[in-house]
């Protein structure tokens, strides 16, 4: 069997560059993380005509050699080291037609590796509206490479692309431009110093900081046969690099390339107009949240409440099938309704990351970012922390690795320690679930009254997040400078393909790595709430069925329910529940609610499946987490637990509380150091008992 | 005085001039602006700041401070 062609993806940003991964591998990809980060790395196979195929490793965008970023320096460490198993034989430049002088000077950088490098150019299909012409042929001889024209949303010239990374072996390994002539007598003491290494390689070692695998930076730098140059001198001569492959670049465009102005017709500025306007821009923005809230909790309501019941259903014909015992209890009681916590959130998280990809495919986030810079910078932050704020909606996860592309280290770290208090979609079935039980379900004006409430809960996280930004600029005394550029890329209709990909990586990532942990922490539940110390425990029907000897008026159900009842209370998970009810009493809450939180400290969404697993343990009835949570009394109080006071106070105590320790993990891996992560998780729950102490004390 | 980038009104454009290079990010001069590359104001947000230009056929934002380095002659 012949070998697998290694094949690189690369590209600028909003190029199209997932577009064309997409096309050539379909759902034959998988995203996984470069070892020991946490960038996404993505790749797939790809079936290429005459039975070979391909393995194509889809690179972050860059907008050259010069990592400024994280993601950035896995391009440049792959393309560095020869004797990485992923290193290209073939090296697939992904450009935008529009953009193609910019997009040049990576592919002019990649070629000077000596790597055979095809040059993509996506979005042909919108050439002609942009009275754009190009001199293919005459373009190949310039840059002496294989030139494609490709359409990844209509779908052409894929076949031509596979047809080129074939015959990668024909394509010249020439490179475009000689970089050594910035500096001719520093090049040449490097070129005698290491002979056997490629120049551009070594100035890449040179200048930038990032780990190599077989060139040794200090070698090169302890060399006695030159001077290394100061950090002004490198950055000079790069800048002099740059303008050298600007001139390189436009000479070859003004051969090969024309633009009739006078035949484009422009939908940008006129869109521009209104989405970036002073007022307008602000009222859309606002529009757009408005809707897309109101349109999860509606959507979602649906599959939610038949998961639930399914699951209720599943649990209790597991029960009725199987031979009683403790392990049908075990998947009854413990798995089913484990896993119901789960499958639970899908609907709410496919929603969310179908909107969150469309505002990104269609390029509206960056005019987002342009609109908000100015504000967010008033509380420390940048116009770039809007997209991790509104992607903590989704996950803090992917949202602290979204701060990468924030150029201030005081800006990156201050949205990083906030991002935590937008709603996660974590905090969302919590939210549900007590919105449900206590915030009527009426309209006002129009509007739902539980859709507003959870409006308020994703505009407070918002507010507080933005809050404790102003507070943290002011405390936190950090050398800033901004280096804010930020591209506006053109207005795209957003591809299904793109999207549909994008809602399924995320949930399935959802699905089966948290999912994990609930399902693990659902059945230690369900043994510390099935199993209890001493006599009390075992001997608990004895017990009951005294006290009740007398009142002869109680029927043999309501006898069964008490004993399951003084059985839970006397299990360890009772016993260790009860132990911390002094300390939640005042917030309203009784040591099972007690026992949910602590729990969530693992990860907020176990909270449901935590009621869940309590609540069923001993319940023979086919009924929902909703109606065995509205039963529940409060054992202080009296009167129904879930009252508008408590309810609150929750809502508040999940909208603040630093209850996930895979978001601690991945900020301590952002920050590198435990001091954030420490800080966030004292700091937010205090911060959250108090507010939900006040709360109920106010209102119950 | 001289004309910086953050001189110009919505629509105007201007041919780049210098600029003062250790202040300037290098993704800025990546991003195609360099000395003679022609840019246009295209949009600004409140306060002016930031802004939306089309630098050299690359549509950027920056922040005014940045713009304020950038000096540039207008085209009338």
């Given amino acids: ?700 | 005085m001289k004309l910086t980038l953050a001189d110009l009104k919505r629509g105007e454009r201007g041919i780049i001039k210098d600029f003062s290079e250790e202040n300037i990010p290098l993704k800025l001069l990546e991003m195609g602006c360099l000395p003679g590359n022609e840019v246009q104001m295209l949009q600004m947000a409140p306060f002016r700041d930031p802004m939306y230009l089309n630098i050299n056929g690359s549509h950027l934002a920056i922040r005014k401070e940045i713009a304020l380095l950038i000096e540039i002659d207008l085209i009338s």
Avoid at chain 1, 238 to 249: A, D
Avoid at chain 1, 256 to 277: E, F, I, Y
Avoid at chain 1, 432 to 457: E, K, S, Y
């Fill in chain 1, 1 to 700: 069997m012949a070998k697998q062609i290694n094949v690189a993806l690369i590209g600028n940003p909003n190029t199209g560059k997932t577009s064309v991964f997409n096309q050539l591998t379909g759902l034959n990809q998988k995203v996984g993380n470069y070892p020991g980060i946490t960038v996404e790395k993505k790749e797939g196979i790809c079936k290429l005509p005459r039975g070979l195929k391909a393995h194509i490793l889809d690179l972050p965008g860059t907008y050259s050699l010069n990592a400024s970023s994280l993601d950035e320096n896995v391009v440049i460490e792959l393309l560095l080291n020869k004797s990485d198993k992923d290193y290209p034989d073939v090296a697939v430049v992904v450009s935008d037609v529009e953009n193609l002088k910019r997009n040049l000077l990576l592919f002019t950088q990649i070629k000077d590796l000596g790597i055979p490098t095809i040059l993509v150019i996506n979005m042909a299909d919108r050439m002609e509206r942009k009275g754009i012409s190009l001199d293919v042929d005459l373009l190949e001889e310039r840059l002496k490479t294989k030139v494609t024209l490709v359409s990844a949303r209509k779908n052409t010239g894929i076949d031509e692309l596979k047809e080129a990374i074939i015959n990668y072996r024909h394509i010249s390994d020439e490179p475009c431009v000689n970089a050594s002539i910035i500096a001719p007598e520093y090049f040449d003491r490097l070129r005698k110093a290491f002979p056997n290494q490629s120049l551009y390689k070594l100035w890449l070692v040179i200048t930038q900081d990032v780990n190599f695998g077989n060139i040794n930076r200090n070698e090169i730098s302890s060399s006695e046969l030159f001077e290394t140059k100061s950090h002004t001198e490198l950055k000079k001569l790069q800048h002099k690099e740059t303008i050298l492959r600007y001139q390189f670049i436009n000479g070859v465009l003004k051969e090969t390339m024309k633009v009739d102005a006078s035949s484009a017709k422009d939908l940008r500025s006129r869109l521009d107009r209104v989405l970036t306007h002073k007022v307008w821009g602000y009222a859309i923005f606002f529009g757009i949240l408005l809707l897309i809230f109101q349109a999860i909790y509606s959507w979602s309501s649906y599959p939610m409440d038949l998961i639930d019941e399914t699951f209720a259903f599943l649990s209790e014909w597991i029960k009725t099938t199987l031979p009683a015992g403790a392990f049908t209890n075990l998947i009854a009681e413990g798995i089913i309704p484990g896993l119901g916590g789960i499958v639970i959130f899908i609907p709410q998280i496919a929603f969310l990351f179908f909107f969150i990809s469309i505002l990104e495919e269609t390029g509206y986030m960056s005019r987002v970012v342009f609109l908000m810079d100015r504000i967010m910078r008033k509380f420390g932050l940048s116009g770039k922390s809007v997209v991790p704020l509104v992607s903590g909606t989704a996950c803090a996860i992917p949202a602290v690795m979204a701060t990468r592309n924030i150029e201030s280290w005081k800006e990156r770290l201050i949205t990083i320690l906030v991002v935590p208090f937008t709603t996660c979609s974590a905090r969302l079935p919590v939210y549900l679930i007590i919105i449900a039980l206590v915030i009527p379900d009426r309209a006002v004006w129009g509007f739902n009254l539980q859709g507003l409430t959870l409006m308020l809960l994703y505009l407070l996280g918002f507010g507080v997040a933005i809050g404790s930004a102003w507070i943290l600029n002011l405390i936190l005394n950090i050398k800033n400078r901004s280096h804010f550029v930020i591209e506006m890329p053109n207005y795209k209709l957003p591809m299904g393909k793109n999207i549909a990909i994008n809602v399924v990586e995320k949930t399935k990532s959802f699905v089966f790595g948290a999912g994990k942990i609930i399902l693990a922490i659902s059945i230690i539940l369900w043994v510390l709430a099935s199993y209890g110390p001493g006599d009390n425990f075992n001997n608990a029907s004895e017990i009951v069925s005294e006290q009740y000897d007398e009142q002869s008026n109680i029927t043999e159900d309501e006898l069964d329910e008490e004993i399951a009842s003084f059985k839970l209370k006397n299990s360890y998970i009772g016993i260790m529940g009860r132990g911390i009810e002094p300390v939640v009493a005042p917030l309203g809450y009784d040591w099972k609610i007690g026992i949910a939180i602590i729990s969530s400290f693992a990860a907020r969404e176990v909270f449901v499946g935590t009621l869940a697993t309590i609540y069923s343990v001993g319940s023979d009835e086919e009924e929902t987490i909703k109606n065995r949570m509205a039963a529940e009394i409060n054992p202080i109080l009296g009167g129904p637990l879930f009252t508008f006071a408590s309810g609150v106070s929750l809502l508040l105590f999940y909208a603040f509380a630093m209850q996930c320790m895979s978001t601690l993990a991945i900020v301590k891996k952002e920050t590198n150091t435990w001091k954030w992560p420490v800080l966030q998780l004292v700091v937010m729950t205090l911060f959250a008992y108090f507010v939900a102490l006040a709360a109920f004390q106010l209102l119950k």
